[in-house]
């Protein structure tokens, strides 16, 4: 399952973050060079191989290893190491800078230089500097979670030069961001007991959801939208639209969150919008109408469908979603469901209860007892059966009123 793979992906990255720090702090206070390359002319820069992928939202660790002079010569004079800012591919995303070390421990910080795409992290060296081996550099990039697509790669850059050694060139593994933007809907009958099927002439409650397919649990637990808001690895959903395909002769009642119906196509139509809202560009988790249910109300009338009930018709509605990753109209999400149940002829049966009355007195507004209901009051109770319907195995129905 996607969710469950990106968790662990979560997981391992930080870890080997936290394993790639810590070996490059005990190499170095070890006196423990691991060598960049092999350069005859006494400067090298190599990366050390990056986890392979991140969610978006979370930040991507490098860690270059590099030398600049050798026993030859062990002064490296005006030494400079680059990384040039990399975008996300494809697409040219752009990334944010988060903490970068020094260039031998904790000395000769880094910073960066430029704006934009033309920004660079820079580690300026002495004039002269004698290291006595291979020294770490390392550097975190911020990815940005919602407006980042799947599949984004990003691959840095290093370089070191000096002016009496030269210079030396590497490019990282690649570090692939993982984005989640898969959509799925649903639709449940709402209320009463799910196994038995409505009466013609009653209204009927459907519930419908749309969101993200992590939503629902291996065991079809649901859970809201507003719950994701504090996850990384989300890739947002634009223009939501749900359609709701009404059973063809049914009488549509009603619909919330301004739910539209179509006489013409016998459809409920709900503009459900974006995932996320744009604060001072910044892009936030928005569950005001995208995580939202969807109830619609309908009746099967008598007239239209006691054909079918006799005819043992199962009764079907389909609703469709839709939706763009953000940021690229091509990229259309789409996902459909159904649910379906029979109808039956007849009413829920009632019985009218009150105390003290005959049974002519008591034909009339009084204590209204559902089917299963148990009291205690038993001082001159007395009842009659309001409306039944029997449903026989063969499916033979018989209804009437008492």
């Given at each position: 399952?996607?969710?469950?793979?990106?968790?662990?992906?979560?997981?391992?990255?930080?870890?080997?973050?936290?394993?790639?720090?810590?070996?490059?702090?005990?190499?170095?206070?070890?006196?423990?060079?691991?060598?960049?390359?092999?350069?005859?002319?006494?400067?090298?820069?190599?990366?050390?191989?990056?986890?392979?992928?991140?969610?978006?939202?979370?930040?991507?660790?490098?860690?270059?290893?590099?030398?600049?002079?050798?026993?030859?010569?062990?002064?490296?004079?005006?030494?400079?190491?680059?990384v040039p800012v990399p975008q996300g591919m494809p697409g040219n995303f752009e990334l944010g800078v988060g903490a970068i070390s020094g260039a031998v421990g904790d000395s000769y910080p880094g910073h960066v230089e430029g704006t934009g795409s033309s920004r660079v992290?820079?580690?300026?060296?002495?004039?002269?500097?004698?290291?006595?081996?291979?020294?770490?550099?390392?550097?975190?990039?911020?990815?940005?979670?919602?407006?980042?697509?799947?599949?984004?790669?990003?691959?840095?850059?290093?370089?070191?030069?000096?002016?009496?050694?030269?210079?030396?060139?590497?490019?990282?593994?690649?570090?692939?961001?993982?984005?989640?933007?898969?959509?799925?809907?649903?639709?449940?009958?709402?209320g009463g007991v799910e196994t038995e099927d409505p009466y013609v002439g009653n209204e009927v409650t459907y519930k419908v959801r749309a969101g993200y397919a992590r939503q629902w649990s291996s065991t079809g637990q649901f859970g809201h939208y507003s719950n994701m808001?504090?996850?990384?690895?989300?890739?947002?959903?634009?223009?939501?639209?749900?359609?709701d395909h009404l059973p063809e002769g049914v009488d549509f009642v009603s619909a919330n969150l301004g739910g539209e119906y179509d006489e013409s196509t016998n459809t409920v139509t709900w503009n459900l919008g974006d995932s996320v809202k744009m604060i001072d560009g910044?892009?936030?988790?928005?569950?005001?109408?995208?995580?939202?249910?969807?109830?619609?109300?309908?009746?099967?009338?008598?007239?239209?469908?006691?054909?079918?009930?006799?005819?043992?018709?199962?009764?079907?509605?389909?609703?469709?979603?839709?939706?763009?990753?953000?940021?690229?109209?091509?990229?259309?999400?789409?996902?459909?469901?159904?649910?379906?149940?029979?109808?039956?002829?007849?009413?829920?049966?009632?019985?009218?209860?009150?105390?003290?009355?005959?049974?002519?007195?008591?034909?009339?507004?009084?204590?209204?007892?559902?089917?299963?209901?148990?009291?205690?009051?038993?001082?001159?109770?007395?009842?009659?059966?309001?409306?039944?319907?029997?449903?026989?195995?063969?499916?033979?129905?018989?209804?009437?009123?008492?």
């Amino acid at each position: 399952m996607k969710t469950v793979q990106h968790r662990s992906q979560t997981f391992k990255g930080r870890i080997a973050r936290i394993v790639g720090m810590l070996l490059a702090t005990v190499l170095l206070v070890l006196g423990v060079g691991v060598p960049a390359t092999s350069a005859a002319n006494g400067v090298s820069v190599v990366f050390l191989e990056p986890e392979a992928s991140v969610l978006s939202g979370e930040t991507i660790l490098f860690t270059a290893n590099w030398e600049c002079g050798d026993q030859n010569t062990a002064t490296c004079s005006n030494g400079r190491i680059e990384v040039p800012v990399p975008q996300g591919m494809p697409g040219n995303f752009e990334l944010g800078v988060g903490a970068i070390s020094g260039a031998v421990g904790d000395s000769y910080p880094g910073h960066v230089e430029g704006t934009g795409s033309s920004r660079v992290i820079v580690w300026n060296l002495p004039a002269n500097l004698t290291t006595g081996g291979t020294q770490t550099v390392w550097f975190e990039l911020k990815t940005s979670n919602y407006s980042t697509p799947d599949g984004t790669t990003v691959t840095p850059e290093i370089s070191i030069s000096s002016s009496n050694l030269g210079n030396s060139h590497a490019v990282s593994q690649p570090v692939t961001i993982l984005s989640d933007a898969e959509l799925k809907v649903s639709k449940q009958r709402e209320g009463g007991v799910e196994t038995e099927d409505p009466y013609v002439g009653n209204e009927v409650t459907y519930k419908v959801r749309a969101g993200y397919a992590r939503q629902w649990s291996s065991t079809g637990q649901f859970g809201h939208y507003s719950n994701m808001c504090g996850e990384d690895g989300i890739w947002a959903m634009q223009n939501l639209v749900v359609t709701d395909h009404l059973p063809e002769g049914v009488d549509f009642v009603s619909a919330n969150l301004g739910g539209e119906y179509d006489e013409s196509t016998n459809t409920v139509t709900w503009n459900l919008g974006d995932s996320v809202k744009m604060i001072d560009g910044v892009l936030l988790c928005d569950a005001t109408t995208f995580g939202q249910e969807m109830f619609v109300t309908v009746r099967f009338p008598a007239e239209r469908f006691t054909d079918a009930v006799n005819n043992h018709e199962l009764q079907t509605n389909t609703v469709t979603a839709q939706a763009n990753a953000w940021g690229d109209e091509d990229h259309e999400l789409t996902d459909d469901a159904a649910t379906s149940h029979y109808l039956q002829i007849g009413a829920d049966g009632e019985f009218t209860l009150q105390k003290g009355k005959s049974y002519a007195g008591s034909n009339g507004q009084g204590w209204q007892f559902t089917r299963g209901q148990h009291t205690s009051k038993s001082d001159a109770v007395r009842g009659y059966l309001n409306q039944f319907s029997i449903k026989a195995p063969v499916m033979h129905q018989a209804h009437g009123r008492s």
